[in-house]
């Protein structure tokens, strides 16, 4: 047995097998799988997953700008001001190589 919570959309916000809370609804329908860009909805008797057009629109806005995550974890393992001096006192461009190689690796898009 499940105990459903769900607002006034029919959307599961969450379920209990343990105790009924109050204003739960009571089941034995079976929980569908379902992706991170779907809800679950209360329909009559049953659980169904749909497509949650919030869901898709944050995960497409995540996915746009992971790669600015990306870079800057490893930007920020970089030791840049040392990098930076060397090449100074060393004439060399270890530091820009250094870029260009995580901004090849983890390209805008």
């Known amino acids: ?3 459903l919570t769900i607002d006034s959309d029919n959307k ?3 379920w209990n097998e ?3 809370v109050e204003g739960c609804i009571e089941t034995d329908s079976v929980i569908p799988e379902y992706t991170d860009t779907q809800s679950l909805y209360w329909e009559g008797e049953t ?5 949650d057009d919030e869901k898709i629109t944050i995960k497409a806005e995540r996915m746009a700008t992971q790669y600015a995550r990306s870079r800057k974890a490893e930007y920020d393992a970089l ?3 040392e990098l930076i001096s060397d090449d100074a006192i ?3 461009t270890t530091h820009k190589d250094a870029i260009v ?3 090849t690796k983890y390209p805008k898009g």
């Open 1 to 3: 047995m499940k105990y």
């Open 12 to 14: 599961i916000l969450g």
């Open 18 to 20: 343990d105790a009924r």
């Open 47 to 51: 659980v169904v997953a749909k497509d």
């Open 79 to 81: 030791n840049q001001l």
């Open 90 to 92: 060393n004439g060399t």
């Open 101 to 103: 190689a995580i901004k």
